[in-house]
């Protein structure tokens, strides 16, 4: 399954990138490791990760999130993920990136825990 990212811009600065398929090795999570760091040098500096769309990540999709969000931090912006699921969830409790990867619910709670 071929890793699908849809970017809606929800205010100056603010993006939610929803993505769906699996997160895993291979170009489509490079495309998409490459279209968060462009959003972010472009001045998106508060971006909602939405997994709702997403049923498994691996290592490497798991760094890449990891990267995307110390990216992010470097930037002087905030990343936080919204709709993951049981797996999901279990693989950041596993690798205690729970412990300071923020997640919600949904986008919205995400949004406002960034305004």
Same mark, same amino acid.
Request: hydrophobic share 50%; glycine share 8%; aromatic share 4%.
């Given at each position: 399954?071929?890793?699908?990212?849809?970017?809606?811009?929800?205010?100056? %600065?603010?993006?939610?990138?929803?993505?769906?398929?699996?997160?895993?090795?291979?170009?489509?999570?490079?495309?998409?490791?490459?279209?968060?760091?462009?959003?972010?040098?472009? %001045?998106?500096?508060?971006?909602?990760?939405?997994?709702?769309?997403?049923?498994?990540?691996?290592?490497? %999709?798991?760094?890449?999130?990891?990267?995307?969000?110390?990216?992010?931090?470097?930037?002087?912006?905030?990343?936080?993920?919204?709709?993951?699921?049981?797996?999901?969830?279990?693989?950041?409790?596993?690798?205690?990136?729970?412990?300071?990867?923020?997640?919600?619910?949904?986008?919205?709670?995400?949004?406002?825990?960034?305004?």
């Amino acid at each position: 399954m071929v890793l699908d990212v849809n970017i809606n811009h929800t205010a100056p %600065g603010t993006a939610v990138v929803a993505m769906s398929g699996a997160l895993t090795l291979g170009t489509s999570l490079l495309a998409a490791d490459t279209n968060l760091q462009n959003l972010i040098k472009a %001045g998106t500096v508060r971006i909602v990760l939405d997994l709702s769309g997403v049923p498994y990540i691996d290592s490497a %999709g798991l760094g890449a999130i990891v990267h995307a969000y110390g990216f992010a931090m470097e930037h002087h912006g905030k990343m936080r993920l919204c709709g993951i699921n049981e797996k999901v969830a279990s693989l950041l409790k596993m690798t205690r990136m729970d412990t300071f990867l923020p997640v919600d619910a949904d986008s919205a709670t995400s949004l406002a825990a960034l305004a």
